[in-house]
């Protein structure tokens, strides 16, 4: 359920695990391994008195101990903090604890699917519309985390599930909110989970990793940046960013600007595409602030995108075309005998009225055979002789006037900006919040030109000066967030007050 990887082809069989059939503190009896990761393993159990399937993740037990005297009151800290999480897109924490020989261990809930990094290498990159649909799951899990003060930071593919629900929509699970994750040291590294470590602090997978995390700090911004990462790679079918080795990766993320959304997928939608980019800067101030604002501008890009439900994009959306009509093709309506059999089904007749219509009809025939024996009778009338008219010679044509040539299409400026919502104006008038589209006369050569002004509460305001040839023109800048005054005050700074439940977000400091 957790970082869960199927078995390597040859590892030991089910008998060989010490720990299966072992009952931990009277209530969890291992029936099987799911998988293993850097942590330690994660098995399917059963847990009395309930009889309840879960998925207990059993910690490597080198973890503890002598090496880190504090890791216990950590532990069992993050560990009740997470367990308070209960979005219905998050995985639940039934139980944790440790047993009397060592072992600590989380019993979560057990779920059937597969992880989003199984579903990439499969399909490699989604719909638009589907990996908008996984990541604004993903956005409310992580929302209600931040609430309650809870940092993933180590949001991957590996850490989401996707549920195997009967339904055409998928379900998505996040799974691992920091969980004895700041602890950890010994994880093993492979190509595409490659974690960093120093002094015994994990700081995440580089793939994934806000540049800030690199030195030591995360906040719910750092999370908005790895969820733009995973975004990224669900609709390009790559992270932004890859290398050989770690610390390759770690530095592009700090240095260099990630590669275009639409250069690599042109069907996404700039709207899309430039709030992914948003997730993506560098700077955390200059980055969407938290899950309510990327909420909120994937609810405006879907609505400026016509989508009836913001976020309805069905599993099977990449083959719904294949059962449309062809180009030009009515509907058939059904075979006739089959609509005439479910009328007289639908409207039985009584017996008299059925012996009424066939009295009626004998007459009417027997009326028509009798007008036809009477007008046999009388001779027929001499043909009318018509005569035609007189020709009468063709009108003479006017000339025909050159028609002048079509005067230019107009040039379609479409509007956006990151974030969405400014309002734009154009030589003094209003033109509305973006997105926007915004038709302008051209010259004789085709091409228009606009002087846009955005303006959002919040952010600097940016004039723009756009150009080009139609029929469509895109205008879509990023504005820059104001920062906020810091008024100076005499005397001694005031020392940060420590949480009251005495949680704090680096464990170390």
Not at 43 to 71: E, H, M, T
Not at 72 to 96: C, G, M, V
Not at 267 to 288: F, I, N, W
Not at 499 to 506: A, F, I, L, M, N
Request: charged share 25%.
């Amino acid at each position: 359920m957790v970082d869960r990887e199927p078995p390597a082809p040859g590892a030991a069989k089910t008998s060989a695990d010490p720990l299966v059939g072992k009952v931990l503190n009277g209530r969890f009896t291992i029936l099987e391994p799911l998988g293993s990761g850097g942590m330690g393993r994660v098995y399917k159990a059963l847990q009395a008195p309930l009889d309840r399937l879960v998925a207990l993740k059993v910690l490597n037990p080198s973890y503890g101990g002598d090496r880190d005297p504090g890791f216990q009151r950590r532990f069992f800290l993050e560990a009740s903090l997470t367990s308070k999480l209960h979005h219905p897109n998050t995985i639940s924490i039934h139980d944790y604890g440790r047993t009397e020989d060592g072992i600590y261990y989380i019993a979560m809930e057990y779920v059937e699917g597969q992880t989003l990094a199984q579903l990439l290498s499969q399909q490699g990159a989604l719909p638009w519309q589907r990996a908008l649909h996984i990541a604004q799951q993903i956005c409310r899990s992580l929302r209600e985390a931040h609430r309650l003060g809870i940092v993933h930071r180590d949001l991957k593919p590996a850490n989401v599930m996707i549920l195997s629900e009967e339904t055409e929509h998928d379900i998505v699970k996040v799974l691992d909110f920091g969980l004895v994750k700041p602890f950890l040291s010994d994880a093993p590294k492979g190509p595409e989970d490659t974690e960093l470590t120093q002094a015994g602090v994990l700081l995440g997978s580089p793939l994934y990793m806000a540049p800030e995390q690199a030195k030591h700090r995360s906040d719910p911004r750092s999370d908005v940046y790895s969820l733009g990462v995973l975004t990224f790679q669900m609709m390009a079918g790559r992270p932004p960013f890859q290398g050989k080795e770690s610390i390759e990766v770690i530095v592009k993320h700090i240095r260099e600007m990630p590669p275009s959304l639409r250069s690599l997928r042109p069907e996404v939608p700039s709207e899309v595409a430039g709030l992914v980019m948003r997730c993506l800067e560098k700077d955390p101030d200059k980055r969407l602030q938290s899950m309510d604002e990327l909420l909120e501008g994937m609810r405006q890009a879907a609505a400026a995108l016509g989508m009836s439900g913001a976020f309805s994009s069905p599993r099977s959306l990449a083959t719904s075309a294949a059962g449309k009509l062809p180009s030009g093709e009515a509907p058939r309506p059904p075979p006739r005998e089959s609509v005439t059999r479910a009328e007289a089904g639908a409207r039985p007749r009584s017996r008299a009225k059925l012996w009424a219509g066939a009295v009626f009809g004998a007459s009417v025939a027997a009326g028509l055979v009798v007008i036809a024996l009477v007008a046999r009778e009388q001779p027929p009338e001499p043909p009318e002789v018509v005569h035609p008219p007189h020709p009468t010679p063709p009108a003479p044509t006017p000339p025909r006037e050159q028609s002048p040539p079509p005067a230019p299409a107009a040039v379609v400026f479409r509007i956006s900006s990151t974030p969405v919502g400014a309002r734009v104006s154009h030589q003094g008038r209003e033109l509305g919040q973006t997105p926007l589209a915004l038709e302008m006369a051209p010259t004789s050569d085709g091409s228009a030109s606009a002087r846009l002004t955005f303006t959002l509460e919040g952010h600097e305001p940016l004039s723009v000066e756009a150009s080009g040839r139609g029929p469509e023109v895109e205008v879509h800048p990023t504005l820059v967030r104001k920062k906020p005054s810091r008024p100076s005050r005499p005397g001694r700074p005031k020392e940060k007050a420590s949480p009251p439940d005495g949680y704090k977000e680096d464990p170390y400091q």
